[in-house]
DNA sequence: CAAGATTGATACGTCAATCTTC
DNA sequence: GAAGATTGACGTATCAATCTTG
């Protein structure tokens, strides 16, 4: 039997460890997920994609960053975009210093939207999760969450727009 | 301006809390699936379905039973255990006390495959999550995200089966 | 009628291929 | 040719509805 303790299976603190983000993530997740979609209409997702935009100067971003920040994929967020732009909370808009880059622009309904939904999110977030830890709970786990991500890339260029 | 502590906005912990959650379960998530798809053919949760049968008494487990493990819906179960079924790595049987019930049950084809896969799978676990945190890291985030979610269900009735 | 399981419809996300611009 | 973005094909997860048994 197992002397070792980098043997042929995870130590029950690994797997511990393992499991329980995986459940977490997928509770919290989902009950938030369902909320949000029945009381706002939005998913998570498009609820962060409204979140970047009107923290990002201009209230606009590259696909490719905005993909970044919300955890998909390129293609992903094309399909999400078109979605959005369809209910008429975003737009997008060409880069004039290069024409292979696109924006997605919050629009004012998306502001608005945003606006709207913003409370059911905090408090479906602080209900879920964040209600349920410390102060200090919330530090480590950003803490040590962050070890397993690398750090955070920084935001860069913004291109040249008219306004 | 804000004031109070439980104002309109997440404060800069929780933020930071949620958003690394979301980020680590992503990023994790993506490479070691992606691994495990390329080296082993199995998906993240068709691997979790393999060891929750392995692990269980009999080598099987009531689908309703399975789905909560795996973190799925009995739907969504229902669809990867016909998949894996299609692979010969389990098959189903009916429940002599409860003809409503079905079981899946780990074949040899599959207790086979999960032993070639679980090498793969100890090895990305660590290498992308467990062993870039201390044990004591380990403990305190199994701690903290145990709180997300709940006490664990204490896993139930065997049902009578011949063998 | 409630619980266990499955199926149909549908929504969403991904990879690989493509198009355009640098 | 590489980067930014989109599209087509595909896999898979979910809800609601259904079927069967308790």
Redesign the interface.
């Known amino acids: 039997v197992d002397v070792t303790s980098k043997s042929?299976?995870?130590?029950e603190?690994?797997l511990?460890?393992?499991?329980?983000?995986?459940?977490?993530?997928?509770?919290?997740?989902r009950v938030l997920g369902a909320e949000m979609e029945a009381e706002c209409g939005l998913s998570l997702a498009a609820y962060d994609v409204l979140v970047q935009l009107a923290e990002a100067p201009q209230r606009r971003l590259r696909m490719t960053e905005l993909a970044e920040g919300v955890?998909l994929s390129r293609s992903g967020l094309t399909r999400l975009v078109d979605r959005l732009a369809g209910e008429g909370l975003l737009t997008r808009a060409s880069c004039s210093s290069d024409a292979r880059g696109t924006f997605a622009v919050l629009s004012a309904r998306g502001l608005q939207k945003l606006r709207s939904c913003?409370?059911m999110h905090?408090r479906g977030?602080?209900e879920?999760?964040?209600g349920?830890?410390t102060?200090a709970?919330?530090?480590?786990?950003?803490a040590?969450?962050?070890?397993?991500?690398g750090p955070e890339p920084e935001s860069a260029r913004a291109c040249g727009v008219a306004g």
Chains 1, 2 share one sequence.
């Open positions: 042929r299976h995870l130590s603190t690994e511990a460890a393992w499991r329980a983000l995986l459940r977490a993530h997928a509770t919290v997740t955890l913003s409370g905090l977030v602080r879920h999760a964040t349920k830890l102060v709970e919330q530090r480590s786990l950003a040590i969450l962050g070890k397993l991500v």
